[in-house]
């Protein structure tokens, strides 16, 4: 008997079937999606978030961080609410950058100390950057404002605004209402202020190379070392601050005479030539840069610094620590000009600068005198790195974010001429400042570079350098 199969189309059921099957699997992908990704306005973790913002809450008077202050951050997606820790902060890891509004409840600020410098900011933060600071001081006398406009991240560059901002940047934007002229002598003054930073540390650049002729690349490191040591010593430690400063620089040049004892001087001794040695610097350079992030870790650092403006002179407005940092610096270059003008040991580093085997046959301790040179560079050094701290804030890359600053001011200025440095520095920021009238403020660098080019194209020697003559 023949076994016959239906021919009943069987179609109509298997689309039954698979809608079925696809509409049962699409709801457990919802429900799995639901539970197992979190929310956007969840918290996150700041250690495994991309990017973070820091919020400060500080006592006016003492600079003491106020606790348990509600905080509402939201931008893009992102909506949440925080507290702020023991020491006045909260790291609010983000989930991706953007424009973000920081909000502060007045409400949960303990009765007695005021109020908020703001009730909200709205800052900046760009992919990758982390510790983005939105802060915020307390004090009976304040009138909060209204929301802020956005802010930046400070950038690495510390001339990106004038001076005279709360920490973590390098200064307010320029006052609404300025006209043209109020405006660019804003930015001369900004740019004199950080041309002084910029001369201490490249002109201990300067005299190295005059007296060995090395490009120390590492010398950005020893810019850092400072900041680093003053932050210890003032923050961490909690000495005054010019004892942190003091020592810092000391140690800055007991650093410079070890760098020399322990690495340069036998190098020299081996005859080791120029290019090698200049590896070694960068080399060196990286070394330290990296110890620096293991040690103090890779996030920004603030020295302790009143925001509130001490000495206003028309559109110009400047900290306290901007104004006695600008003479500082003046004292102490005044200082190195009487040293190498109207002393034994700057006569001599002067003719080693000269004529290395002229001044060792003329009975000079050339040694000697590169020893010396070496420990107050590098003091010089310690010294802008402080001040760049205060300036701006500080990381393990702070001073060789100016490195290129530094070789410029120097070959601007002259080669292996300490006042050529202090001209190229001055020179090279108050142009640097001025360009960000007409072109963006990260393309500065570029506008400053192009003039050092200029200027060396009709005098390759630098304008205090001296022509050098081949046969």
Same mark, same amino acid.
């Not at 000697?368 to 760049?388: D, E, F, M, P, T």
């Given at each position: 008997m023949a076994i016959?199969?239906?021919?009943?189309?069987? %179609? $109509?059921?298997?689309r039954r079937l698979a809608l079925v099957a696809t509409f049962a699997g699409a709801l457990a992908a919802l429900l799995l999606a639901g539970t197992a990704a979190p929310a956007l306005a969840d918290v996150i973790d700041p250690d495994d978030a991309d990017q973070s913002l820091q919020v400060w809450i500080r006592d006016n008077a003492d600079k003491a961080g106020v606790p348990g202050v509600g905080v509402h951050v939201e931008g893009d997606g992102f909506s949440e609410d925080f507290a702020t820790g023991d020491d006045g902060k909260v790291?609010?890891? +983000?989930?991706?950058?953007?424009?973000?509004?920081?909000?502060?409840?007045?409400?949960?600020?303990?009765?007695?100390?005021?109020? $908020?410098?703001?009730?909200?900011? *709205?800052?900046?933060?760009?992919a990758g950057n982390a510790n983005v600071p939105a802060n915020f001081l307390v004090d009976p006398t304040f009138t909060p404002d209204a929301p802020s406009e956005p802010?930046?991240? $400070?950038?690495?560059?510390?001339?990106s605004t004038p001076p005279g901002s709360d920490e973590g940047s390098s200064g307010p934007a320029a006052p609404p209402g300025l006209d043209w002229w109020s405006l660019l002598l804003q930015k001369v003054v900004t740019g004199l202020i950080f041309g002084l930073l910029l001369a201490l540390a490249?002109? #201990?650049?300067?005299? &190295?190379?005059?007296?060995?002729?090395?490009?120390?690349?590492?010398? #950005?490191?020893?810019v850092t070392f400072g900041g680093l040591m003053a932050f210890t010593f003032g923050n961490l430690l909690g000495l005054p601050s010019w004892l942190a400063i003091v020592i810092a620089v000391l140690l800055g040049g007991a650093f410079g005479w070890l760098q020399d004892a322990g690495i340069w001087k036998p190098l020299r001794r081996r005859n080791l030539r120029l290019i090698p040695l200049m590896i070694v610097t960068i080399g060196l350079s990286l070394v330290l840069r990296y110890l620096f992030a293991f040690i103090?870790? $890779?996030?920004?650092?603030?020295?302790?610094?009143?925001?509130?403006?001490?000495?206003?002179?028309?559109?110009?407005? +400047?900290?306290?620590?901007?104004?006695?940092?600008?003479?500082?610096?003046?004292?102490?270059?005044?200082?190195?000009?009487?040293?190498?003008? %109207? *002393?034994?040991?700057?006569?001599?580093?002067? /003719?080693?600068?000269?004529n290395r085997a002229l001044a /060792?046959?003329?009975? &000079?301790?050339?040694?000697?005198?590169?020893?010396?040179?070496?420990?107050?560079?590098?003091?010089?050094?310690?010294?802008?790195?402080?001040?760049?701290?205060?300036?701006q804030s500080l990381r393990w890359d702070t001073g060789a974010s100016i490195l290129l600053l530094l070789f410029a001011a120097v070959t601007l200025g002259g080669l292996g001429t300490a006042f050529g440095a202090l001209v190229g520095?001055?020179?090279?920021?108050?142009?640097?400042? &001025?360009?960000?009238?007409w072109i963006p403020e990260n393309l500065k660098n570029v506008g400053a570079l192009v003039v050092m080019i200029l200027i060396l194209l009709f005098r390759p020697q630098g304008i205090l350098g001296r022509r050098e003559r081949v046969g």
């Open positions: 016959t199969r239906s021919t009943q189309p069987v %179609r $109509p059921r298997r790291v609010v890891g +983000l989930p991706d950058p953007g424009s973000y509004l920081v909000e502060v409840d007045e409400s949960t600020i303990p009765a007695g100390m005021g109020r $908020p410098n703001a009730l909200s900011r *709205t800052v900046q933060v760009f802010t930046t991240e $400070p950038s690495d560059s510390p001339t490249a002109i #201990g650049l300067s005299l &190295i190379y005059g007296t060995t002729g090395l490009n120390n690349f590492a010398h #950005g490191e020893l103090w870790g $890779p996030d920004r650092m603030v020295l302790l610094n009143d925001p509130r403006p001490f000495l206003v002179v028309g559109p110009i407005s +400047l900290r306290f620590t901007d104004f006695m940092g600008a003479i500082i610096a003046i004292v102490c270059l005044l200082l190195v000009a009487f040293v190498l003008l %109207r *002393t034994k040991i700057g006569k001599a580093m002067r /003719a080693v600068s000269d /060792a046959a003329s009975g &000079i301790n050339v040694e000697r005198v590169i020893r010396v040179v070496w420990v107050g560079g590098a003091a010089l050094a310690a010294l802008a790195g402080v001040y760049l701290a205060y300036y520095s001055l020179v090279l920021s108050v142009f640097m400042n &001025i360009s960000t009238m």
